[in-house]
């Protein structure tokens, strides 16, 4: 258990309709990272949210958005799905600047 | 973000010590290194990180060139539990996002 915390581990849902997955870090690390990892490919980078803020966006698609609540905990938002969605999406939290990132074990999620 | 080159894949037999080298030419001052590993639909774990010369943990080490161009994970004794794929990443431990490149795949063979 890495202490990165995310649900549900598995998701399938029909192309249009919109997800969200759940994603608790560390207890008191205050940034958050959202990754997309389809077959084949490497991690992509998706949105980074530090103390309930959006810090830095990658390769998010307008369709997917994100938050971080005053606990913590994000949310990604997954709207008008399509089957090119379907992926495994990690989360990942830090405490430190230059400490390593701690990952979730992932939602796979399958548009269908 | 400094760019990394690292082999597409590697194999070994068990029991031998696994070399992966990394190219990061255009690495900066503040720079660090670090390599993460990822087992098949697990999300990447954090293995060590260093800044020069040598660095060592319980699971690998890490050496780093005077000129910190390239640098080597050097993990020991391999087992088939070590086949994985094996990132490396440079930057500077800020606000900058880790940008994972393709990795290396490792297989180990019995």
């Known amino acids: 258990d890495s202490g990165v915390t995310q649900t549900p581990k598995h998701l399938i849902t029909a192309t249009g309709q919109r997800v969200t997955l759940r994603c608790s870090p560390r207890?008191?690390?205050?940034?958050v990272y959202w990754y997309q990892q389809s077959l084949d490919q490497g991690l992509q980078f998706l949105i980074q949210?530090?103390?309930?803020?959006?810090?830095a966006k990658g390769n998010i698609l307008e369709r997917f958005s994100a938050q971080q609540f005053p606990d913590l905990h994000s949310e990604l938002n997954l709207s008008s799905l399509e089957l090119g969605d379907s992926a495994l999406y990690f989360c990942?939290?830090?405490?430190?600047?230059?400490?390593?990132?701690?990952f979730g074990s992932g939602t796979r999620l399958t548009v269908v | 973000l400094a760019k990394t080159t690292q082999p597409i894949s590697m194999d070994s037999y068990e029991g031998q010590e696994v070399n992966i080298t990394c190219s990061h030419n255009n690495i900066a001052t503040n720079d660090y290194i670090t390599w993460y590993q990822q087992f098949p639909s697990q999300g990447p774990r954090f293995i060590i990180q260093?800044?020069?010369t040598k660095v060592t943990n319980e699971v690998a080490s890490l050496f780093i060139p005077a000129d910190r161009k390239s640098s080597t994970l050097s993990l020991p004794r391999v087992s088939l539990s070590d086949t994985a794929v094996y990132y490396c990443l440079v930057g500077d431990g800020g606000n900058t996002p880790l940008v994972f490149g393709k990795g290396t795949r490792l297989s180990v063979i019995a």
């Open positions: 207890s008191g690390d205050l940034s």
């Open positions: 260093g800044y020069k």
């Open positions: 990942a939290s830090r405490g430190r600047d230059r400490d390593g990132y701690t």
């Open positions: 949210y530090y103390n309930g803020e959006e810090r």
